[in-house]
């Protein structure tokens, strides 16, 4: 049974979680994982680096990318609409949050990842534009750099994300059908090609989840190119509305 899309909610706290945060205050009080000063409001993160965060205040609405003014559609998405609806983007990417993404992806710091998941949570429940999907679906890494990393960024930080909105995970709805390039390299047409055919969707899984709006989720979208291909693979499959939530959004290189 699927729920039509709600806006974006915050769960309150019980008095039970009110608890247990001040004890885990009391023995841990919080310090900034970027300079060591004492963390604001039970955070990991100083109210200093926090003001050094870029929020991405004016975008594409379907792509996310920063422009000067804000549009439904910036001249990239005009050239080739994107397979996804809408993208959501709450900051930059840049100074400071790439250190902490540093952290949490080379340093598998859990704690840079419960600061990331709380900034992402606290700027989803003031964004007015995102509506609750009825599953979560992060961007998949192929198996050999799942190996070699040891966990998915993007799972990791689906998941207090999915648990704070009480929407269903769903991992396992899309994987990589083969290990591609890395992208970086790549310019604009070969990337494309790169990535054709990359991703596949488990396709009983989806017949017996049948999620009518999917969020695809990532750390950071830079040139969109993976999470187009992601949305396309799943709207082939049949799922009515993609959308793209990125903590961060890196303006395009040209
Ligand atoms: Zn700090
Ligand atoms: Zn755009």
Redesign the pocket.
Known sequence: MISPPAPVNLKQPTEVDGFWQRLQFALLPPH?L??G?RGESSRD??A??AADLTPNRTSCARCALPLPTPAALCGECLRSEPAFDAAFAPYLYGHPLDLLLTKLKFGHSLAAGRVLAELWIAALANGARATLPNAIVPVPLHATRLRERGYNQALELAKPLAREFDVALAPDLLCRARATAAQSDLDAATRRRNLRGAFEVDASRLATTRPAHVVLLDDVMTTGATLRECARTLKRAGVARVDVWALARAPHRR
Request: hydrophobic content about 50%; some cysteine; proline content about 0%.
């Open positions: 900034c970027l300079c000063a993160l100083c200093a680096c």
